[in-house]
């Protein structure tokens, strides 16, 4: 299945949103492909407005979060892998979510050829049990 960091992300953003509230992201600011502007990060990590009023073209993907904002008046373009966000919440209240780390997928060994289990053929069927 894929992540679910990213529906949910969406889904606290319009709520947060809904409720005349400031959306803001915690996000881990060490991982490369991280591109938010180096200067304002602290410990590793950057919180950014993505409210409507503070930024341009903003994209929640399965994948990314993307959006133009300007730092220090400069129109700059931000680019954060969905899993390098920490967490969302509201600036008024602090509701909302931190997210648990993702695990890495682990890599298969070399020469682990083991097949998958067969599938059932046929139709599925249930039965009820008392």
């Not at 994948?63 to 969302?88: E, K, L, Q, Y």
Request: aromatic residues 8%; glycine residues 8%.
């Amino acid at each position: 299945m894929t992540p679910s960091r990213p529906y949910i992300m969406r889904a606290l953003y319009e709520w947060i949103v809904d409720n005349g509230c400031t959306p803001y992201i915690l996000v881990d600011a060490t991982p490369e492909q991280v591109q938010v502007p180096e200067q304002y990060v602290k410990d590793g990590q950057i919180v950014l407005n993505i409210s409507p009023t503070a930024v341009v073209d903003l994209d929640i993907s399965n994948d990314s979060v993307m959006f133009n904002g300007r730092f220090g008046g400069v129109a700059t373009d931000i680019f954060v892998p969905v899993n390098a966000v920490i967490g969302i919440y509201a600036r008024e209240n602090g509701k909302g979510m931190v997210f648990e780390p993702e695990d890495e997928p682990e890599p298969t060994p070399p020469g682990d050829d083991t097949p998958e289990p067969p599938k059932p053929e046929g139709r599925p069927s249930l039965k009820i049990v008392k």
